[in-house]
């Protein structure tokens, strides 16, 4: 426990203030930021800033010019550092309980300029371990120049309290009987999909990837012909160069992309559908020479009835009848029915696409029917789905038949 000082003693609703130092690390870790408070010649000042907590010391990013680390060579500067969570608003029935619900956390004391240069480096390490662990492997160290332009502050974690609101509406009794609706919206920091810098080719990093069920997980599927790594804004050169031919393109779902930069674009949407947990994308290489070919994914995914759907599949057309799309659809069948304990594997495609409805039944999936203007055209026209299912009493005869087509051994039954 943090001991009581006269700045750190609440005035008011005391009963919302802690000083448990287990409390108040857990929101100094879980922050971004925070705001340091400090004075100029008698003026108040607040600066907005990077912080990270390295046992009991909180160290405070800052540049070698700044007003508060110039103030702070000299004895050190009298500080204080607040850290809010926001974690939701409260909506009373009067305007006067309207609150939020929060964890902040502040801390007073003397602010001093760290000078060690092992020690500024662990904490420039920290700070960027902050963002993501493993982040320090993979960027480059700071320069001597970058170094003497920037400065670290230490403050001793001593005078510390914690503040926090949590639970519902506070609303007088006589206000219950009105007609207005109360209650607390959630709120919470969410990362959206990673966007790559122009000309990043390596894959997105896995500390940047949103945590999975197995179901939304794209882990890597090896076969004899094909390999399905999981997509990436970086594929879309190579992607673009396998499937560059108006053909490929014909019945999918958007329109052929002039260039590589529009079907980024294009697998950027795809990933953003994945960050929602609608889909898991992969791009498909050739085994043997490596190169990018095509791409795929499971969509309409649903744990709870165990069923999924293979689409949004395209190949390089010097691939088409390779055995390639084959085993990209073994290999997926296979964790769907096999490692994810799916009853049901679904396909749609485009009423006019009787290349593409030959090639799901080649697969063994039964046609269940039509879904009339299902969905709309790059063109703008409505599109009949034709759907086909697979089901798990199915899937042992119908893996038998497709690796007898493609000449690969059925795995040994443990």
């Not at 329109?255 to 990933?271: G, M």
Request: charged fraction near 25%; glycine fraction near 8%; charge should be neutral.
């Amino acid at each position: 426990m943090y001991a009581q000082t006269a700045r750190t003693t609440a005035s008011r609703s005391r009963d919302r203030m802690s000083y448990d130092r287990d409390t108040a690390h857990a929101v100094l870790d879980e922050a971004y930021h925070c705001v340091l408070g400090f004075t100029v010649d008698g003026e108040p000042r607040l600066l907005p800033t990077l912080h990270v907590r390295v046992g009991d010391t909180l160290y405070l990013h800052g540049s070698t010019g700044s007003r508060p680390l110039l103030a702070a060579r000299a004895g050190g500067l009298p500080v204080c550092v607040a850290v809010t969570l926001l974690d939701g608003l409260v909506y009373g029935r009067s305007q006067f309980h309207h609150s939020a619900n929060y964890r902040s956390v502040i801390a007073h004391g003397t602010a001093h300029l760290v000078t060690d240069p092992v020690e500024q480096a662990e904490v420039l390490t920290a700070l960027v371990e902050k963002v993501g662990t493993g982040r320090a492997a993979e960027s480059r160290p700071p320069s001597r120049r970058e170094l003497a332009e920037t400065a670290v502050l230490a403050l001793p974690l001593r005078e510390v309290s914690v503040r926090a609101r949590t639970g519902g509406v506070a609303d007088e009794p006589a206000d219950y009987a009105l007609p207005h609706w109360a209650g607390v919206v959630p709120l919470r920091l969410t990362a959206g999909p990673a966007e790559p810098d122009a000309g990043v080719t390596t894959p997105v990093p896995a500390y940047l990837r949103p945590a999975r069920t197995p179901w939304h997980e794209p882990v890597p599927l090896r076969g004899t012909r094909v390999l399905l790594e999981p997509l990436d804004p970086a594929h879309a050169e190579d992607l673009f160069a396998a499937t560059a031919d108006p053909e490929v393109w014909r019945h999918l779902s958007a329109p052929p992309p002039a260039d590589a930069a529009e079907l980024r674009n294009i697998l950027t949407a795809a990933l953003a559908e994945q960050h929602r947990g609608e889909r898991v994308a992969w791009v498909q290489r050739c085994a043997v020479t490596g190169a990018v070919v095509g791409s795929t994914s499971y969509y309409e995914l649903d744990p709870e009835r165990r069923s999924v759907a293979i689409g949004h599949t395209f190949l390089g057309r010097p691939w088409w009848r390779t055995g390639i799309n084959t085993e990209a659809k073994l290999l997926l069948l296979g964790r769907a029915f096999d490692e994810l304990g799916a009853v049901r594997v679904v396909w749609h495609t485009d009423i006019r696409n009787e290349r593409s409805q030959r090639a799901i039944e080649r697969l063994g999936a039964t046609r269940e029917g039509v879904l009339r203007m299902h969905r709309l055209r790059p063109d703008g026209s409505w599109r009949d789905t034709v759907q086909y299912s697979m089901t798990v009493d199915e899937w042992p005869n119908a893996q038998v038949r497709l690796r007898k087509k493609l000449r690969v051994p059925t795995p040994a039954t443990p």
